[in-house]
């Protein structure tokens, strides 16, 4: 019998997402890293490719982020504001808000 066996990255420092296609909404868990930050940019930008003005991204579930991947949503909102779009940022823990 032959098994295969993929690894899998660890969960533990991964972002993911919960997307509403709908609703514009967006809700992500796990650490904002750079990388992270870039995968909720892409998914901002395509609620608003398919017509949302505004995104709302639910960060209630993000237990850490870094300065970097905070600098990622700041510009973020500014080139949304930019384009006449909105970011909101919903349930930004403490220790994130400020560097938002």
Do not use: F, K, W, Y
């Not at 809700?27 to 995104?55: F, I, K, N, Y």
């Not at 639910?58 to 500014?78: F, I, K, N, S, T």
């Not at 949304?80 to 970011?87: F, I, K, P, S, V």
């Amino acid at each position: 019998m032959t098994s295969i066996h993929t690894r899998r990255p660890s969960t533990e420092s991964a972002l993911t997402e919960v997307v509403n296609g709908v609703t514009g909404t967006v809700t992500a868990s796990g650490q904002l890293t750079p990388q992270g930050a870039d995968l909720l940019r892409g998914t901002v930008e395509g609620l608003c490719r398919m017509g949302h003005s505004t995104v709302l991204l639910d960060l209630e579930h993000v237990q850490v982020a870094d300065a970097d991947g905070l600098r990622v949503l700041r510009e973020l909102c500014a080139t949304m504001a930019d384009h006449g779009n909105r970011l909101l940022l919903q349930h930004v823990p403490r220790d994130m808000g400020a560097g938002l």
